[in-house]
């Protein structure tokens, strides 16, 4: 049924890192990391929006020198690269650890993702009807 209506099965039906998860890990432990230093509550968004975009660059000098207010600062943000790294290995790790699904397998989720959207179509026709 796959091949025939050359429909691939959702990303989701292969492991990859969970990048809301990472986020969410990454957002605990900068937090953590920043209540035991006592830093200033105002500069918490700063530092978590510098932590988000540790995971998006690996340049991570140029990005310390945008993001640092202080001296003092600047180590902060070194910890925070070093706290995001970790996090992000260490999901990284757990990935590569999962065992990949077989072929038969993701076929199978990939007929019955198919079938419920087939069954579900119509409800959401007709609620975007009743909505628009």
Partial sequence: MLYETKIKPPQNFYTKVDIDLVKQKIDFKVKA????????????????????????????????????????????LIRIVNIVQ?????????????KPLRLEKAQDMAVKYLRSRVEFQPTEIEVSRILF
């Fill in 33 to 76: 990391y920043l209540r035991t230093l006592q830093a200033d509550k105002n500069l918490i968004p700063h530092y978590l929006s510098f932590a988000y975009e540790v995971l998006n660059t690996s340049k991570y000098p140029s990005l310390i020198e945008k993001y640092h207010i202080s001296e003092v600062s600047k180590s902060y």
């Fill in 86 to 98: 970790k996090i992000y290995n260490a999901e990284e790790k757990k990935v590569q650890k999962q």
